[in-house]
């Protein structure tokens, strides 16, 4: 019965969520039930995709790439797919008629990564980061607002920034492995052979007014995701807090991460902002 290959499919999506991002498996759990399970399918796709580019140095990962590409491809049009990832994924899709344009535009930036190693300008970079992670706050907005363009329209600028804000902190935490093991450049103002504090600086203060706008968007969700999406920012803004404090050359030698005790701790404070209306 397609019934239980399609449990089968929520399954696995939730399990990839759960095993490859506990931060994003929390703030997942913090959502309401009937939209849960559809954010754990759009991360398994996304993460897959990504891992694709990343993680896979022993194998032609052009070809790999290009085959989950056909696969996702007959996934939407044929409404099925044996990849239970991708499974889950389309149903997401039709079931709130995501934005095929935003959906390309992810896997245009994910193929970037397999050859392109430095972004030299703000177009670029900004058109890397539209790709990699403001669509896919997107995404994760059509499924927030359950399909309401009206509040869609409204949000859609914050939900960006949010994205936005998400992806240049990973590129800070993940600085010396973008940098020494995959041989890539996300900043172009910035010298990460010699990375001092002003330039450390420079990208923070970006980061912090992406944070502000995406924050007055949050207070605007509807009551099933708002605690979760405000769970997310919250984490995010302890990493870069957290980055702040760190030494630039401190950062291109190690990862920087928030200890799970941590991430309790912002997740049992964002309930009680939240139960006391005060996000």
Do not use: W
């Not at 896979?56 to 990962?61: A, E, G, P, R, T």
């Amino acid at each position: 019965m397609k019934a239980i290959f399609d449990t089968v499919s929520h399954k696995t999506s939730k399990l990839v969520t759960n095993e490859y991002s506990t931060s994003f498996s929390l703030a997942t759990k913090m959502l309401g039930k009937s939209i849960r399970q559809d954010i754990y399918n759009i991360y398994g796709f996304v993460r897959f995709a990504d891992e694709i580019v990343d993680s896979f140095h022993d194998y032609d990962k052009k070809f790999l790439f290009q085959d989950f590409e056909k696969q996702l491809s007959d996934a939407l049009v044929n409404k099925l797919s044996l990849n239970p990832i991708l499974n889950a994924f389309q149903e997401t899709v039709h079931r709130y008629d995501i934005n095929r344009e935003n959906i390309e535009a992810f896997m245009k930036s994910m193929n970037q990564d397999l050859t392109k190693k430095e972004y030299t300008t703000q177009k670029e970079y900004e058109d890397y980061i539209y790709g990699s992670a403001d669509v896919v706050g997107l995404m994760c907005l059509q499924v927030l607002v359950k399909g309401d363009k009206k509040k869609y329209n409204e949000l859609k600028g914050a939900a960006m920034k949010l994205g936005s804000a998400f992806q240049k902190v990973n590129f800070l935490r993940d600085l010396k492995e973008d940098f020494e093991n995959l041989d890539r450049s996300y900043f172009p103002n910035a010298d990460l052979e010699s990375l001092d504090e002003y330039s450390k600086n420079e990208i923070i203060k970006e980061i912090e007014n992406d944070f502000r706008e995406g924050y007055i968007g949050i207070q605007s969700l509807p009551i099933e995701g708002k605690l979760g999406v405000f769970t997310a920012y919250r984490y995010y803004k302890q990493l870069l807090f957290k980055i702040k404090k760190t030494p630039a050359p401190k950062i291109k030698s190690t990862r920087i991460r928030i200890s799970n005790s941590k991430k309790i701790e912002l997740l049992t404070r964002s309930y009680v902002k939240y139960q006391l209306n005060l996000l």
